[in-house]
């Protein structure tokens, strides 16, 4: 939860600072700054669950042979 917070500290500055430069205003950098990141932020955090899901399906549906040679060409590459 702590990456995902940093993250949103981040993406607040980043979004204030972009629509003010766009905008020329405080408010409406304020306004897009707290909306967005707030949706974003949400939205980021079901997306790594997602990912973990679909990761570990991964490994679940590969034989453990496979795993191992896989594992062992990509430490070649």
Known sequence: MTKT????VMH????F????????SF?????VAMIEPAINTVAYYF???VWQRIQSNKELALPKSVQQSLE??????
């Open 17 to 24: 600072g972009v629509a003010y430069v766009i905008t020329g």
């Open 12 to 15: 607040f500055c980043v979004a």
């Open 72 to 77: 062992s060409f990509a430490l070649r590459s």
């Open 5 to 8: 917070m940093t993250f949103a």
């Open 47 to 49: 997306h790594e669950k």
């Open 27 to 31: 408010l409406v950098g304020g306004l």
